[in-house]
């Protein structure tokens, strides 16, 4: 079966991957690939055209996780070897051996073997794996190590001399010490780059932490002069990395006419207009704004198919719910809103929001893009599943982040439950947190008070387990207020930390902990299908 390497962006993208947060078993690049099992039985051959085709597709997709799994597994390989030479290269590290220096560069390229014999440049990776290292270092620590490296290669240009002119030196230790002499080189240029780009980026004011998130988000230093002459400040400059200037400014004037605070936590990053593939379908229409599906490239070449619902400054004329006056939201900006329910979800560690992120429409309106939510909706679920275990317990989650972020609308159509391929529970995720951090909402029960229908949320459930529990009493105002500045507004962060206080007595005095274990046969109901 001949086999599949990947395109050379893909290869790229490969290449360039940062290994510094876990990954699942199984995902490179975003893409889930099967590890350490048995194939199933391969389709044979058949008389019908359709299902040979099927047949080459699916073959060619493992084809595909396979030449990309072996890549990873090259890039991880080389990485332990390029970390082994710098090393050796380190002062802070003792004295500079020269021949330790030499064994660790020849073996650089059988440790990318798993890569470069499925499409991947050498010379690339090494540059690559090189910038990724050396990204991070302090001022200080890059030039020591450049000029190790320089030292080295004088070193070896001159041991290279010596063979030349003796009678007694072999083919193959000359061709030895050329390698070392021309893998020094090409980590010369690429300390000298990097060296004059950080040049350009000090000149500009950035710190090396602030030129590291600069470059993480695709900016370049070439950038930096086209930003000043539209007239982006520094500051702007810096959050505005890996946009084009045109689609900079586009966005600029888009959180002016919304009057959104540009700031680390509401900056577009993945999702922008000109990373949309294709066109963007409408998925709905609610009382504010319209929802439309589409399809994102991230950076690291995969795909990424979420939500995008367009920001309003104002709820539409006759549209203002009742449910938001009388929480205490004025107006129709439920992004920052959104993802600061979805920023203390991840604070508390729970997952049962959906992930959410400013981001951009095909036609570049700002938004938000949320994460497509998998499994059916609570008012479609059947009735059995509310009794399994996992459900239970996942619900009851949800019901005392609610609590938390004052969510008024939690309706039987607001969160989703995902089964496994066994039909048992496996997720359960709220989406449309709209309507929630409203500043009139200090006591967290009070999301329970009807107000005529417009309020649909919870009391605090009496149950919790030692995990929530926990995570709840770690959780500390300030810690809360961190979450959420530039996000919300003072009084709704105030009335936040009086609901987090609350939450935190009611475990204190009233409810009942138990272990994780046996929380679903505590809950009796607590977390049960909503009526509305």
């Given at each position: 079966?001949?086999?599949?390497?990947?395109?050379?962006?893909?290869?790229?993208?490969?290449?360039?991957?940062?290994?510094?947060?876990?990954?699942?078993?199984?995902?490179?690049?975003?893409?889930?690939?099967?590890?350490?099992?048995?194939?199933?039985?391969?389709?044979?051959?058949?008389?019908?055209?359709?299902?040979?085709?099927?047949?080459?597709?699916?073959d060619r997709g493992v084809r595909e996780q396979r030449a990309e799994e072996g890549i990873t597994r090259g890039v991880k390989n080389?990485?332990?070897?390029?970390?082994?030479?710098?090393?050796?290269?380190?002062?802070?590290?003792?004295?500079?051996?020269?021949?330790?220096?030499?064994?660790?560069?020849?073996?650089?390229?059988?440790?990318?073997?798993?890569?470069?014999?499925r499409g991947a440049d050498h010379n690339e990776l090494v540059e690559a794996r090189l910038k990724l290292y050396i990204g991070k270092?302090?001022?200080?620590?890059?030039?020591?190590?450049?000029?190790?490296?320089?030292?080295?290669?004088?070193?070896?240009?001159?041991?290279?001399?010596?063979?030349?002119?003796?009678?007694?030196?072999?083919?193959?230790?000359?061709?030895?010490?050329?390698?070392?002499?021309?893998?020094?080189?090409?980590?010369?240029?690429?300390?000298?780059?990097?060296?004059?780009?950080?040049?350009?980026?000090?000149?500009?004011?950035?710190?090396?932490?602030?030129?590291?998130?600069?470059?993480?988000?695709?900016?370049?230093?070439?950038?930096?002069?086209?930003?000043?002459?539209e007239g982006f400040t520094g500051s702007e400059i810096k959050l505005y990395a890996g946009f084009a200037v045109a689609e900079a400014?586009?966005?600029?004037?888009?959180?002016?006419?919304?009057?959104?605070?540009?700031?680390?936590?509401?900056?577009?990053?993945?999702?922008?207009?000109?990373?949309?593939?294709?066109?963007?379908?409408?998925?709905?229409?609610?009382?504010?704004?319209?929802?439309?599906?589409?399809?994102?490239?991230?950076?690291?070449?995969?795909?990424?198919?979420?939500?995008?619902?367009?920001?309003?400054?104002?709820?539409?004329?006759?549209?203002?719910?009742?449910?938001?006056?009388?929480?205490?939201?004025?107006?129709?900006?439920?992004?920052?809103?959104?993802?600061?329910?979805?920023?203390?979800?991840?604070?508390?560690?729970?997952?049962?929001?959906?992930?959410?992120?400013?981001?951009?429409?095909?036609?570049?309106?700002?938004?938000?893009?949320?994460?497509?939510?998998?499994?059916?909706?609570?008012?479609?679920?059947?009735?059995?599943?509310?009794?399994?275990?996992?459900?239970?317990?996942?619900?009851?989650?949800?019901?005392?982040?609610?609590?938390?972020?004052?969510?008024?609308?939690?309706?039987?159509?607001?969160?989703?439950?995902?089964?496994?391929?066994?039909?048992?529970?496996?997720?359960?995720?709220?989406?449309?947190?709209?309507?929630?951090?409203?500043?009139?909402?200090?006591?967290?029960?009070?999301?329970?008070?009807?107000?005529?229908?417009?309020?649909?949320?919870?009391?605090?459930?009496?149950?919790?387990?030692?995990?929530?529990?926990?995570?709840?009493?770690?959780?500390?105002?300030?810690?809360?207020?961190?979450?959420?500045?530039?996000?919300?507004?003072?009084?709704?962060?105030?009335?936040?930390?009086?609901?987090?206080?609350?939450?935190?007595?009611?475990?204190?005095?009233?409810?009942?902990?138990?272990?994780?274990?046996?929380?679903?046969?505590?809950?009796?109901?607590?977390?049960?299908?909503?009526?509305?």
């Open positions: 079966m001949t086999r599949i390497d990947p395109n050379p962006g893909r290869i790229q993208a490969l290449i360039s991957q940062s290994f510094d947060s876990a990954r699942a078993p199984g995902q490179l690049g975003g893409r889930a690939v099967q590890m350490g099992q048995a194939q199933p039985p391969r389709v044979q051959p058949s008389n019908s055209g359709l299902i040979n085709k099927v047949k080459s597709l699916y080389f990485d332990k070897a390029l970390s082994k030479l710098l090393d050796a290269m380190n002062p802070a590290k003792g004295n500079i051996n020269l021949d330790k220096i030499q064994r660790h560069l020849e073996a650089l390229p059988s440790s990318a073997h798993s890569a470069t014999s270092l302090g001022n200080d620590q890059l030039y020591e190590l450049s000029m190790v490296n320089r030292s080295s290669l004088f070193h070896l240009t001159q041991k290279s001399e010596r063979l030349e002119s003796s009678l007694l030196s072999s083919d193959r230790e000359q061709k030895i010490v050329n390698f070392g002499k021309k893998q020094l080189e090409n980590l010369g240029t690429v300390f000298s780059k990097e060296l004059d780009e950080r040049e350009k980026f000090k000149d500009a004011g950035f710190s090396v932490d602030q030129m590291v998130s600069f470059r993480q988000s695709g900016g370049k230093p070439e950038d930096i002069a086209a930003f000043k002459q400014k586009s966005l600029k004037s888009e959180y002016q006419r919304l009057n959104i605070p540009v700031n680390e936590k509401t900056i577009v990053r993945a999702f922008k207009a000109s990373n949309i593939k294709g066109d963007m379908e409408v998925l709905g229409s609610g009382n504010v704004n319209k929802a439309y599906k589409g399809v994102y490239k991230m950076s690291d070449g995969s795909s990424f198919t979420g939500v995008f619902k367009a920001e309003k400054k104002e709820f539409p004329i006759g549209k203002y719910p009742y449910g938001a006056y009388f929480s205490g939201i004025p107006n129709a900006m439920a992004g920052g809103r959104n993802i600061a329910s979805y920023a203390l979800n991840d604070l508390l560690g729970f997952d049962v929001i959906t992930r959410v992120e400013f981001g951009m429409s095909k036609e570049e309106k700002l938004g938000i893009v949320m994460e497509m939510a998998q499994g059916k909706s609570g008012k479609k679920t059947e009735k059995e599943l509310f009794n399994d275990p996992v459900v239970r317990r996942e619900l009851t989650k949800l019901q005392w982040l609610d609590s938390l972020t004052g969510q008024i609308d939690r309706h039987s159509e607001n969160y989703f439950i995902e089964t496994d391929a066994d039909g048992r529970g496996k997720r359960v995720i709220g989406i449309d947190n709209d309507l929630s951090f409203g500043h009139k909402i200090e006591d967290p029960n009070h999301i329970s008070i009807k107000h005529n229908g417009n309020f649909r949320g919870r009391e605090m459930p009496p149950v919790i387990d030692t995990d929530m529990a926990g995570a709840f009493m770690k959780l500390t105002p300030e810690k809360l207020e961190a979450s959420l500045s530039g996000l919300l507004d003072d009084k709704e962060i105030d009335a936040a930390k009086k609901r987090l206080i609350g939450i935190q007595e009611h475990i204190t005095l009233e409810a009942v902990v138990v272990r994780r274990t046996v929380l679903s046969t505590q809950i009796n109901g607590v977390a049960k299908r909503s009526e509305n």
